[in-house]
């Protein structure tokens, strides 16, 4: 059974950083790819960050554009997404997810319907 388990949340003041990890256990991904969404309280759940499992290709929202990076370490099996100059609206749960087998683009990363395996979410709150 895939499993996947995020850790690195907390209280951050504005303009401080976080350091999320999605450790995936039960199976070996070789294709498609990582994601990171959020959802904020009352809103829906958006795309951050999303890179290509094999080739390292990375996608990111205009909102978190140049101020997050998603990487992978495939000897660990973890998907990182380092998030600086974080802002007061960057506040939200964060989720990992693992599928989009199928995408090539930023259109597609980007629609949570691609992914298949979700972890818990750690929430991330960013006090002004």
């Known amino acids: 059974q895939v499993q996947l388990v995020e850790s690195g949340g907390g209280l951050v003041q504005a303009g401080g950083s976080l350091r999320l990890s999605c450790a995936v256990s039960?199976?070996?991904?070789?294709?498609?790819?990582m994601g990171w969404f959020r959802q904020a309280p009352g809103k829906e759940r958006e795309f951050a960050a999303a890179?290509?499992?094999?080739?390292?290709?990375?996608y990111y929202a205009d909102s978190v554009k140049g101020r997050f990076t998603i990487s992978r370490d495939t000897a660990k099996n973890t998907v990182y997404l380092q998030m600086n100059s974080l802002k007061p609206e960057d506040t939200a749960v964060y989720y990992c997810?693992?599928?989009?087998?199928?995408?090539?683009?930023?259109?597609?990363?980007?629609?949570?319907?691609?992914?298949?395996?979700w972890g818990q979410g750690t929430q991330v709150t960013v006090s002004s």
């Open positions: 997810a693992a599928g989009a087998y199928y995408c090539s683009a930023y259109g597609c990363y980007g629609r949570a319907a691609q992914y298949d395996f």
């Open positions: 039960g199976r070996t991904f070789s294709t498609g790819g």
């Open positions: 890179i290509n499992w094999r080739r390292g290709n990375t």
